[in-house]
T-cell receptor, first 113, second 114 residues
């Protein structure tokens, strides 16, 4: 089983839709969970950061972590064409408190006007 | 807003040549990282660096790779003898310090090995 799994999509939605992105993971030691946004041939840009289980909201974005199910989600409300990008989940805090980020493959999102 | 910068944005080299990729982390950050992303694949961890020494490295980071912080601002990745399979985007990242695992990424250097 891969350490972090993420459906690569692509995902295409109309403007204004609610978008749900998610990742599953196998390493129960992960403690820190992040979502990054990446535009083509650019660096990952941090969107959301969550420690352990729970929800976090920032504007139109909500991140959820369910450690019991080893499942994390990112919700985007009122999606905009400018949200079109690849969304990467990442996590850390694995073996021995490792700080390396382990990434999912990314989900490519297109929001159509 | 402070950001991580990387140079060059694109580097083309011949197989077997040495390359140095440069990064300027965010000022006052203490932890530094290199990742790479082969086209169409996941972002992969290479190495972490703290207090002028490597704190963790991946299996990818073999003897052909080295990192250095030659002064108070730059952080470099050297690849001694490049191979075709080293072609990838290389990202530098930095983190402030204790209390957060949040890493901030630079725009990347696209390395093409011919």
């Amino acid at each position: 089983q891969k350490e972090v799994e993420q459906d690569p999509g692509p995902l295409s939605v109309p403007e204004g839709a609610i978008v749900s992105l998610n990742c599953t993971y196998s390493n129960s030691a992960f403690q820190y969970f992040m979502w990054y946004r990446q535009y083509s041939r650019k660096g990952p840009e941090l969107l959301m950061y969550t420690y352990s289980s729970g929800n976090k909201e920032d504007g139109r974005f909500t991140a959820q972590v369910d450690k019991s199910s080893k499942y994390i989600s990112l919700f985007i409300r009122d999606s905009q064409p400018s949200d079109s990008a690849t969304y990467l989940c990442a996590m850390s805090g694995g073996q021995g408190g490792s700080e390396k980020l382990v990434f999912g493959k990314g989900t490519k999102l297109t929001v159509n006007p | 807003e402070p950001e991580v910068t990387q140079t060059p944005s694109h580097q083309v080299t011949q197989m077997g040549q040495e390359v140095i990729l440069r990064c300027v982390p965010i000022s006052n950050h203490l932890y530094f990282y290199w990742y790479r992303q082969i086209l169409g694949q996941k972002v992969e961890f290479l190495v972490s660096f703290y207090n002028n020494e490597i704190s963790e490295k991946s299996e990818i980071f073999d003897d052909q790779f080295s990192v250095e912080r030659p002064d108070g601002s730059n952080f470099t990745l050297k690849i001694r003898s490049t191979k075709l399979e080293d072609s990838a985007m290389y990202f530098c990242a930095s983190r402030p310090g204790q209390g957060t695992d949040t890493q901030y990424f630079g725009p990347g250097t696209r390395l093409t090995v011919l």
